[in-house]
């Protein structure tokens, strides 16, 4: 079966401390993988993807995501959170074809302290 | 700047009382996609236009209709909401997938 697991479901950091936010994917085919942040009330914003080629991707806002697939991971990681950084962040994987849906992980809330 | 729109934003309506929900685009992107975002849940896609063709995911109820009247537009009609489908809708846009999907900043929508 198609799935996204995200283990965590609520996350708190301080500010200026690294975030490892954790998922692991089931997908039968060659995976095309995403994170989105979502903002309270607000829609979804690609922070960056992972095709092919080199596993360590960089995103938008300093994010960046390690694609492991001996592990069947895409970690999202940022060296130092804002508190701006507050917000729901889903993992997704997609097939290469266009049009087919989006698989959503459960989703990870941070909270970033003072 | 680029962008996925909807509107509106938010939409109260009746328990029964048919209700459109409006996404436009300026990305010419090919594919336009409807999700539904219940609270505290992943979205999930109820169907997608690729290009004129429309697609309908197996569990997407028959209350659930959509239109797309040119590359730009696309429409959500719900023809009897009911309490169940109170929740955000996103519409999505994807010029194939490889750079993945475009999300507008959603419809909440309340039913009474």
């Known amino acids: 079966a198609q799935s996204v697991t995200q283990p965590d479901i609520h996350i708190t950091v301080s500010e200026g401390a690294s975030l490892e936010l954790r998922c692991n994917y089931s997908?039968?085919?060659?995976?095309?993988l995403f994170w989105y942040v979502q903002s309270p009330g607000q829609g979804l914003q690609l922070l960056l993807k992972?095709?092919?080629?080199?596993?360590l991707v960089q995103g938008i806002k300093g994010f960046e995501a390690e694609f492991k697939r001996s592990q069947s991971s895409f970690n999202l990681r940022k060296p130092s959170v804002h508190w701006s950084d507050a917000a729901e962040y889903f993992c997704?994987?997609?097939?290469?074809?266009?049009?087919?849906?989006?698989?959503f992980g459960k989703g990870t809330t941070l909270s970033v302290s003072s | 700047d680029a962008m996925v729109i909807q509107n509106p934003r938010y939409q109260v309506t009746q328990f029964g009382k048919p209700v459109t929900l409006s996404c436009s685009q300026t990305l010419n992107h090919n594919v336009m996609y409807w999700y539904q975002q219940k609270s505290s849940q992943a979205p999930k896609l109820l169907f997608h236009?690729?290009?004129?063709?429309?697609?309908n995911e197996a569990d997407t109820p028959d209350n659930f209709q959509s239109r797309r009247p040119n590359t730009s537009f696309c429409f959500l009609d719900i023809r009897s909401p009911g309490l169940g489908d109170a929740a955000m809708y996103l519409c999505a846009t994807s010029r194939g997938q490889l750079a993945g999907q475009f999300f507008g900043p959603g419809t909440r929508l309340t039913v009474l």
């Open positions: 997908y039968g085919a060659t995976p095309y």
């Open positions: 236009y690729y290009d004129k063709d429309f697609n």
């Open positions: 992972y095709f092919s080629g080199d596993t």
């Open positions: 997704a994987v997609g097939a290469h074809q266009a049009g087919t849906a989006l698989i």
